[in-house]
């Protein structure tokens, strides 16, 4: 599949449940960081997580005691480590299947939005054979799976709305502000919306100020925030917004004019603890080729 083939099944797929091709990039991104596959057994796979307490809790007792014995269970979430490669991971797996292979595809986490095999029953698949033949499907295959993950989970209203932080909660678990999860989609997406491309496109970046409302200053309060600059985040650019705007211009050498257009953006993204974004068209190309590398030929 082609970079551009890429983008417009990502864009297709969005507009199919009424949906920004550029927040599903976003959460595409964040969840996968472009990966979408590997090489196992001369097979390409899906990136997968085995997660040791679901497995223990799936099996009777006389299965239950050869896992734990063999490092593969335990009662206690995080006791059992996924290695850091994912052949080592597929071996891991593997070795669960053939003590209970219902069970080791249950509690295995698929594919690029990493939905649980668990969930098999709740998502309408037949079996969780069904889910993870649909996640070894390619990138299409994946998608699909995510995209009826957030659909059931209610979350679609959210991800149309931008409301990250409600997405982040219901997706990622009540900790999302841990890894600041709620931001790295809100930056993902503001990078994809304002990118040129064959699949997804969007305005260009607008310039807050004092009576303006919405998402756009909601990510900016947002950034502000994760910056260290205390300030509620309620999407309306007031006295109290205006305040920490000025605040942060002058600690960073810019114009302190109030107006939060691109300078202060960048200034803001490159502020953050986890870091800057990268340039905008190389970075949506770049995880385009790298789906495309991974399930070509």
Request: proline letters at 5%.
């Given at each position: ?163 990250w932080a409600a997405f982040a909660r219901g997706y990622n678990g009540p900790a999302y502000t841990r890894n600041s ?24 970046e607008p310039l807050l100020r004092r009576g303006s409302r919405g998402s756009a200053v909601a990510h900016l309060q ?76």
């Amino acid at each position: 599949m082609s970079t551009a083939q890429t983008l417009d099944l990502v864009a297709r797929l969005a507009k199919e449940v009424a949906l920004d091709p550029a927040a599903l990039m976003a959460v595409i991104e964040v969840e996968s960081e472009g990966r979408a596959g590997t090489m196992i057994n001369g097979r390409q796979e899906p990136l997968i997580r085995f997660e040791g307490h679901y497995f223990d809790r799936r099996l009777p007792a006389e299965k239950q005691e050869i896992a734990r014995r063999e490092g593969l269970a335990s009662p206690t979430a995080g006791a059992v480590k996924n290695p850091p490669s994912q052949a080592a991971r597929w071996r891991m797996l593997e070795r669960a299947a053939a003590i209970d292979r219902k069970a080791a595809y249950e509690a295995t986490s698929w594919g690029i939005g990493q939905v649980m095999g668990a969930h098999w029953a709740w998502l309408g698949y037949a079996s969780v054979e069904a889910l993870v033949e649909e996640a070894r499907g390619g990138v299409e295959g994946q998608a699909r799976l995510m995209l009826r993950y957030i659909e059931k989970a209610g979350l679609l209203d959210p991800l149309r709305r931008h409301d990250w932080a409600a997405f982040a909660r219901g997706y990622n678990g009540p900790a999302y502000t841990r890894n600041s999860y709620h931001l790295r989609l809100s930056l993902a997406y503001r990078r994809h919306a304002r990118t040129p491309g064959p699949a997804i496109s969007g305005d260009t970046e607008p310039l807050l100020r004092r009576g303006s409302r919405g998402s756009a200053v909601a990510h900016l309060q947002s950034l502000l925030a994760a910056a260290g600059y205390p300030i509620e985040i309620d999407g309306v650019f007031g006295p109290e917004t205006l305040k920490v705007v000025l605040a942060f211009q002058r600690h960073h050498g810019l114009d302190a004019d109030g107006i939060a257009g691109p300078a202060t953006i960048s200034a803001l993204e490159h502020a953050l603890p986890f870091g800057s974004s990268p340039s905008l068209w190389a970075r949506v190309v770049g995880l385009a080729r790298r789906f495309a590398k991974a399930f070509s030929g």
